[in-house]
Nanobody
């Protein structure tokens, strides 16, 4: 069965960096668009970034220039490098698998499998 397991969350001061990882199993990792989403306290879930099987990326405006999504298909692993973190980045971060190879929109309904989440807390 499809499984997605995130790791790498933690607490960091504003301006710091974290790298999240998501290990996928139970499917051919390289043939699906993958994404990162987050849900902050009192906020709705929002798309952060996505990357298709060929490496094309998409970002939310709020993280452009600070976050970088990448994937290592040989290791079946998705990454999110987060730099210049802000308190408003505090959230539970989830990785998710899209239903197809190409990423069209950072919309949760297009993603069919989700990890359990990893908490990121940024203090000012």
């Amino acid at each position: 069965q499809v499984q997605l397991v995130e790791s790498g969350g933690g607490s960091v001061q504003a301006g710091g960096s974290l790298r999240l990882s998501c290990a996928g199993s139970g499917y051919t990792f390289s043939t699906y668009c993958m994404g990162w989403f987050r849900r902050g306290p009192g906020k709705e879930r929002e798309g952060v970034a996505s990357i298709d099987g060929g490496g094309s990326t998409m970002y939310a405006d709020s993280v452009k220039g600070r976050f970088t999504i990448s994937r290592d298909n040989a290791k079946n692993t998705l990454y999110l490098q987060m730099n210049s973190l802000k308190p408003e980045d505090t959230a539970m971060y989830y990785c998710a698998r899209d239903r197809q190879y190409r990423c069209y929109h950072l919309v949760a309904s297009l993603f069919d499998y989700w990890g359990q989440g990893t908490q990121v807390t940024v203090s000012s």
